[in-house]
């Protein structure tokens, strides 16, 4: 309605703004009650832009222009509500809350962390994983049942979790861990409901590399003690029936492996607790050795450090290549590199689907069945204890499944409710280039 004169005719102005702060014309602040201002792009949460004043003359009016508005402007304060959709409702407590409360992803990036569960009982501590409340329920009695759903299926009605102000919710990782596991082309009994007959509805990665071998042709995991069919421990899992002195193991020890999945941190393998300084964050060191060594099969040739080193500098540009980098690099050599039924002293090492019909291929449009996206929460700050409301995501971040949650006596000891996983980083949206999952959508919405 502005008409007033002005060279801009009826364009509404908004000055330009270069700095974040709280200042101008243009304001930014990290809290809706605007209380603090930001500082950055990384903590500029909401903004409030005012518009340059302009002033309307009443035509109709005894005497033209005679009345005006007088000099109006408006103000607008927004922020961005973002939503994590179609993912496992998972929360990993940060495992340095209080000596990094914003969880710098480059300090995490490329290494290994061990998840332990906690089933609801108690607060959570540094290094918990969890569940989050999703919209189709994981509370109650069916609980267990959906947490089934939501861990196997690969195709789940559209379901969102909020990206800022989340429910945790109590839930028991050994009793669902069987449907993580389809991930890796192990289907345990009882799944048929979830997962069809065929698992079908719960298929794995096209690249199902793991640290157990197949006994016989059944899909189910057993214990290594008996002597059922199933997926099992190999005879010589990684680090060694006799464990060297820590560290990367010599060509002797590597080639006398059974072929391993992709290892723990070396500072994660040599007992259930490990003795990383950091505790159940690792330091990236994994032994890369060890790894190519033990599959004559996949990497004929590689049968010392020099010529290990010399591939992985072809094919990766450095001699430290992350577990995530190598399983994305075999989907793409697969042919070469992924294999199915190697003979290993009367069992059946497999790096590609055998029990279900078919594996999934990550792409623009397909999630990757061994990339899971995981609220981290300040867990002491929040004081999350089973279910509770309006908990703050710090970062969303993608993690990498390197193995299958079991117990493991022997190689790397684990829990049935352990899960090893390596930092990727932080979840990316949609649209940005590079997205690893395409579920992150965010969206601006109206305060005042």
Known sequence: MANDGSASGRAINVQNEATCDATGKVRFYQDIGKTTAATSDANAKFVEVEVDPRQANFALTPIVAAYNSGAMKAVAFAGMQSAICKVPPLMLCNPNETSDPNFTIANYTGKGIRLVANDGGGIYGPGNFGFLASGLGTGGANGAKVLRQILGLSALAEDCVSGNGVTTDPGNMVSVRDALNTRFDIYDSGLNNVCGKDGS?????????????????????????????????????????????????????????????????????????????????????????AYFESHPTDYPGLTSHAAVDTFMTANFGTLTPTRYQVYAWEMQHATDRLHTNVNVNGTKASSQPVCAPSGITPGVSQVDRRVLTVAVVNCAAEGVKGKTSGVQVTKWVDVFLTEPSMARTAGTPTENSDVYVEMIGQTKNATDEGAVQLVKKSVPYLIE
Request: proline content about 9%; charged content about 15%.
């Open 201 to 289: 509805a719960c298929p794995p990665s096209i690249n199902t590399r793991k640290d157990v071998v197949q006994k016989g042709n059944s899909c189910v995991l057993v214990d290594n003690t008996g002597n059922g069919n199933g997926w099992r421990l190999p005879a010589n899992p990684y680090p060694g029936a006799t464990l060297p002195a820590e560290g990367a193991l010599t060509d002797a020890q590597a080639k006398a492996l059974s072929p391993t999945g992709y290892p723990h941190d070396i500072c994660h393998s040599f007992s259930e607790t490990g003795d990383c300084a950091g505790g159940r964050i690792g330091t990236g060191t994994w032994d890369r050795y």
